[in-house]
DNA sequence: CGTGCATCTGACAACGTTGTCCAGGCTCTA
DNA sequence: TAGAGCCTGGACAACGTTGTCAGATGCACG
């Protein structure tokens, strides 16, 4: 029973399969035990089973033990696919983010996937690595697999093609960055707040000739964190220099270049604000390698800031807590809350180390 | 927090069924549209725009346009739960490790990612906490899905449970640390031979009271650490005194109590090699607060390592190869190649960076 | 001893997709 | 122009589970 003799097909191989299994998909590799297995095994109905693995009531215990005794000897397990396809629900949710090899993102996964299980859901992760077509394929790929809900930490800035599935009950909270022209709920750190504090200490301490090295400016933080810059600037009364202010890709060596030459030439900036942890982590090997100190203040926090000499001033975002928060809003739109959408915005902290408390050299 | 009182204001609908469907699936959240909606819709058959979606040949031009039309009118997405039901492979892998705050795991499973991303292939991720049980819960919910392979950090130390699966069809692949009591693939790093060669570094430097403080003994990698780091002072004829060792959790109190108890007393050590990425942390801190210098080296590489003064010696292990290679060992496994389990041991790196070739203090 | 009721049990039809197979319509040749 | 083949399209059954509902069983009670 378990290989459908078919008749040997003298047909020519025209047909067009492309190159997929010739059989349906019984032939597939281990063939694994159903619930009409276990109930042929013991000699009971299919509904029977299902009722003894979800637990539902109006079973004999002695029914039920020989359900269980099959289950085991089978070796059982629910195929939650068909349990998906009938239900509705996969018990499933999708986190897209930008490069889980990130320090900023794993503790921020691992707080979102704690929130999942504590509702009994598992977490589906991909990376974005901040391109935005990237981003578009892995959540449709998540919607196709129809995750109850979806944390993104946008690449891309247009997430109209999100709405038929928002629209369709994928609940959907962004992180970190807003979406693009669309309406949906989002969980950020105050970028732009942390970002000027961070400034203003710098220039309590006697700087005026601050440079600025930040993202990509197609990235929401990128320029929220340059407009704090901006605002502590013109909060004290000073003008900035353009040549002193430099957005682009977070890669070592762009940084590197970027670091040199906002500290060399006539006017060179006494003191760095650095915009996002791998930005600063560069910054730092660039100031080690001076001959006088520069004061420096980075966004996000980095491990072992403390024991650098000076020890890294830093405007601290607190990962887990945002993914924490965007997960317990997912799962309040899935048990039904249907509040408007909302902006939820996390403080920063800054931390004083001693890089950023450094006077001016000149 | 404040339970926002929220407008009640429309309520949209009335039917909100309260928490579990009275009725088939149908009633549902979003009714999305199948292709059987699509079909009617673009007035040809199911099959026809099963064929569509798929790619597959055989669909005149005009009728695939209008086909697409359709789905795009509808913002129809394939339901990717009925797809695995009907062809039995999920095109997802799962990946159970210890904790993805870990900066030695979120490379790992970016790594892992991207070669599934590669075979097309969805990564469900979940953390143990280092909990045997909690690894089992994990491990069987992603069977239950039909993941179609696992790649597995252990945190028990008996998988047989993992034996039905397995010869279900599920490969599997262990990683960072061997499976118990069943024979399946794994890739390790060398720890023992990494071990040795960091202390036996710290013997050329004439170091003879070393310390060792490593993870709780129920860890593989612990334990071989260990046992390269016994083989190294018996090859230098070093007589290990037992108060120079401590295994156990690697928070950071345990940690520091066990570095103060060994660099005090009678004859304290001189240097010290730290098991792993969180000792290593935790001991670089107790360092710099003491008055004399102790040499250290550390399993795992970290980052800004080589920024403190002096910079950290490690042996490094590659995390994002380590999850490379075992991923890729996993898709070979799914592609049909029934080679025997294999032990997979890469090797390790000392990179020296100063606190390492401290000479011994007294 | 028969009836009524509560409790268990199982047959059946979905869920949305894909593999199989056949029916038409078409083109191309003899 | 008829027959043979090819191309396109669609009907149908299966994948493994769960909701519905009706049948079977047992028990208490009149």
Redesign the interface.
């Known amino acids: 029973m378990a290989e459908t003799a078919r008749t040997p097909v003298s047909r020519p191989r025209a047909d067009?399969s492309?190159s997929?299994?010739t059989a349906d998909?019984k032939s597939?590799?281990?063939?694994?035990p159903t619930m009409k297995d276990v109930a042929a095994r013991a000699g009971v109905g299919l509904k029977t089973v299902s009722r003894v693995v979800n637990g539902e009531p109006g079973v004999t215990p002695d029914t039920e033990r020989r359900v269980q005794e099959a289950i085991d000897a089978l070796?059982f397990?629910?195929?939650?696919?068909?349990r998906?396809?009938?239900?509705?629900?996969?018990a499933?949710i999708g986190l897209v983010l930008e490069?889980?090899?990130?320090?900023f993102?794993?503790?921020l996964?691992?707080?979102v996937?704690e929130v999942a299980r504590a509702h009994g859901a598992?977490?589906?992760?991909?990376?974005s690595a901040e391109d935005p077509d990237r981003e578009q394929e892995l959540v449709?790929?998540?919607?196709?697999?129809?995750v109850d809900g979806l944390v993104v930490i946008p690449a891309g800035d247009d997430h109209r093609y999100l709405e038929?599935?928002i629209?369709?009950?994928?609940a959907t909270v962004f992180v970190d960055r807003p979406p693009g022209r669309i309406d949906a709920d989002v969980v950020l750190s105050d970028s732009f707040g942390g970002a000027r504090d961070g400034v203003a200490h710098l220039i309590a301490h006697g700087h005026r000739r601050i440079g600025f090295i930040g993202d990509q400016p197609r990235i929401h933080t990128a320029i929220e964190r340059l407009r704090g810059y901006r605002a502590a600037m013109a909060d004290a009364g000073i003008d900035v220099d353009e040549s002193w202010v430099s957005l682009g890709p977070t890669d070592p060596e762009r940084v590197r270049r970027a670091a040199e030459s906002m500290l060399t030439g006539p006017a060179p900036v006494t003191a760095v604000f650095a915009g996002n942890n791998r930005v600063t982590?560069t910054v730092?090997?660039v100031l080690?390698a001076l001959p006088r100190p520069v004061a420096l203040v980075g966004f996000d926090d980095?491990?072992?800031?403390d024991?650098?000499?000076p020890g890294v001033t830093v405007v601290a975002q607190d990962a887990?807590q945002l993914g924490r928060t965007a997960a317990e809003r997912l799962f309040r739109q899935l048990d039904?809350a249907?509040?408007?959408p909302e902006r939820i915005e996390l403080p920063t902290r800054l931390i004083t180390r001693g890089s950023g408390e450094l006077a001016p050299a000149d």
């Open positions: 067009g492309p997929d299994g998909a597939r590799y281990g063939n694994r070796g397990r629910r195929n939650d696919s068909a998906v396809l009938r239900k509705g629900r996969t499933s490069d889980l090899a990130d320090p993102y794993g503790p996964s691992r707080a996937e598992l977490l589906i992760n991909g990376s449709l790929a998540l919607c196709a697999r129809r038929p599935e629209a369709a009950g994928v982590v730092v090997r080690a980095i491990e072992l800031a024991l650098l000499s887990a039904g249907s509040d408007a």
